[in-house]
Nanobody
Framework: QVQLVESGGGLVQPGGSLRLSCAAS????????MGWYRQAPGKQRELVAGITSGGSTNYVDSVKGRFTISRDNAKNMVYLEMNSLKPEDTAVYYCKAVVIVRLWGNELDYWGQGTQVTVSS
C-alpha cells in the first residue's frame, strides 16, 4: 500500500503565498511523475503542475510565473510553492504520484486526500 499525505493548505488573502507539501510512504520501489491537481466547486479536477523524476516541470497557463513545483526524491516528497494567490485559485488541491511498487512492476496512480486552499479577503 502507498499513502500520500498533503499538508500546508489554509486561508490566505489575495496576493499572499502558501506552500503545499505531499509525502509519499509505503511500499514504494520508485516514483515516476508527481503532480498537483485542484478541483473547485462545480468544476472538473485539473492538473496544476507536474514534475518528472528527472525534474522536468509543466504548469497550467493560469499559474505560470506564480507557482513552482519541486520534489525531493530521497524523501519521496513533492512541493507546490504558490505566490501571488488569487481568489480563482481557491480549490481543494490533490497530490498525485505515479508509483512502481516493485521491480518490473506496473505504474500505479495514487492520490492524496486533498487539502483546502481558500484565497479570500
Amino acid at each position: 500500500q502507498v499513502q500520500l499525505v498533503e499538508s500546508g493548505g489554509g486561508l490566505v488573502q489575495p496576493g499572499g503565498s502558501l506552500r503545499l507539501s505531499c509525502a509519499a510512504s509505503g511500499s514504494i520501489f520508485s516514483i515516476n511523475a508527481m503532480g498537483w491537481y485542484r478541483q473547485a466547486p462545480g468544476k472538473q479536477r485539473e492538473l496544476v503542475a507536474g514534475i518528472t523524476s528527472g525534474g522536468s516541470t509543466n504548469y497550467v497557463d493560469s499559474v505560470k510565473g506564480r507557482f513552482t513545483i519541486s520534489r525531493d526524491n530521497a524523501k519521496n516528497m513533492v512541493y507546490l510553492e504558490m505566490n501571488s494567490l488569487k481568489p480563482e485559485d481557491t480549490a481543494v488541491y490533490y497530490c498525485k504520484a505515479v508509483v512502481i511498487v516493485r521491480l518490473w512492476g506496473n505504474e500505479l496512480d495514487y492520490w492524496g486526500q486533498g487539502t483546502q486552499v481558500t484565497v479570500s479577503s
